[in-house]
């Protein structure tokens, strides 16, 4: 005889075995789940990306050159009816050497919000804006404009000016201080004519 726990044991396996192709086996991956190493937003026109400026230039220019020119005439008394023209000598001799050397160097550090104005193809985004400040009547302004990589963006919405691909930059002062720095109207026209 079956013992009842031997009927009871084979009476759940029978259901098992009619209930499992109800049950439906899921997979434990999404397509639409977040990526664990992937945290990019998605980004749209209009985004805002504030951009750290960490810019440093420096340039050298040096030039030489050494240029010499000899030239001599020796004539000596004439023969037959050119005997009465004096003994003539000339002697010219030319020389020059020139040195110079330009030195520039640049540094600027600030930072400036832009806005998304493109996505491309390949999904970087082209990125512009504008920063104006006024300290003490001077108006300083910051324009930036570039091309900058989404995975270049780090979680605090921030980017170096270093990964700007095609960086425009440009930083400019007016008021008091940047009109000394200006040339005066005589000094331009002297530097135009000599």
């Known amino acids: 005889m079956i013992s009842i726990k031997k009927t009871l044991l084979l009476l759940l396996l029978a259901m098992l075995v009619l209930i499992s192709p109800v049950i439906l086996a899921e997979s434990l991956w999404n397509e639409n789940s977040a990526d664990l190493y992937h945290d990019y937003p998605e980004y749209e026109v209009g985004d805002i990306i504030t951009v750290v400026i960490e810019e440093d230039a ?40 020139a040195d110079g050397e330009t030195q520039r160097s640049g540094t600027l550090e ?19 804006g504008t920063k104006k400040v006024k300290i003490n009547g001077e108006i300083q302004t910051i324009v930036l404009a570039g091309t900058i990589r989404p995975k270049d963006i780090n979680f605090d919405n921030e980017v170096s000016s270093k990964r700007v691909s095609n960086a425009n930059i440009e930083y400019e002062g007016e008021g008091t201080v940047g009109d000394k720095q200006q040339p005066g109207v005589l000094t331009r026209l002297f530097n135009f004519i000599f």
């Open 58 to 97: 420096s340039a050298i220019q040096s030039a030489n050159s050494d240029t010499s020119q000899n030239s001599s005439y020796n004539a000596e008394e004439g023969t037959g009816f050119l005997d009465f023209i004096p003994f003539f000598d000339f002697n010219y001799s030319d020389s020059e050497t």
């Open 110 to 128: 600030a930072d400036i919000t832009t806005q998304v104005a493109e996505i491309t193809a390949n999904g970087n985004l082209k990125i512009r």
